[in-house]
Nanobody, 134 residues
Framework: QVSLVESGGGSVQPGGSLTLTCVVR???????VGWFRQVPGKEREGVAS??????????VDKVKGRFTIARDTAKAEKTVTLRMNDLQPDDTGVYYC??????????????????????????WGQGTQVTVSS
């Protein structure tokens, strides 16, 4: 059974940076890990995903060029990180990582609400709070 634990959240000013880490325990040989975020009263939205086998990544438009998702499978403890630069107040929320089986040898299920395979992300971490304010 896969389990995920997030860390690295915190409070920063606009323009600041944070790196979130998702520890993926009982790591499948190849899997997909997505990062999502949620604010109270709103639907959980996808941010980025990575195919841990081939390293293919996906970003939603609002974070392209600012966020970077990466995986480290070399160590005994497998991790997926989300480096977030130029953070803005709209980036505030609880950030979650989630795991899903790959949709193909190079692609992951969509992290976008209503996207193909979005419901395949069914193993979730507990979340970590990110607050961006001046």
């Amino acid at each position: 059974q896969v389990s995920l634990v997030e860390s690295g959240g915190g409070s920063v000013q606009p323009g600041g940076s944070l790196t979130l880490t998702c520890v993926v325990r009982t790591y499948p040989v190849t899997t997909c890990v997505g990062w999502f975020r949620q604010v109270p009263g709103k639907e959980r939205e996808g941010v980025a995903s990575i195919h841990t086998g081939v390293g293919a990544t996906y970003y939603v438009d609002k974070v392209k060029g600012r966020f970077t998702i990466a995986r480290d499978t070399a160590k005994a403890e497998k991790t997926v990180t989300l480096r977030m630069n130029d953070l803005q107040p709209d980036d505030t929320g609880v950030y979650y990582c989630a795991e899903a089986g790959p949709s193909s040898v190079w692609a992951c299920p969509s992290v976008v609400v209503g996207g193909p395979g979005r419901g395949d992300y069914n193993i979730w971490g507990q979340g970590t709070q990110v607050t961006v304010s001046s």
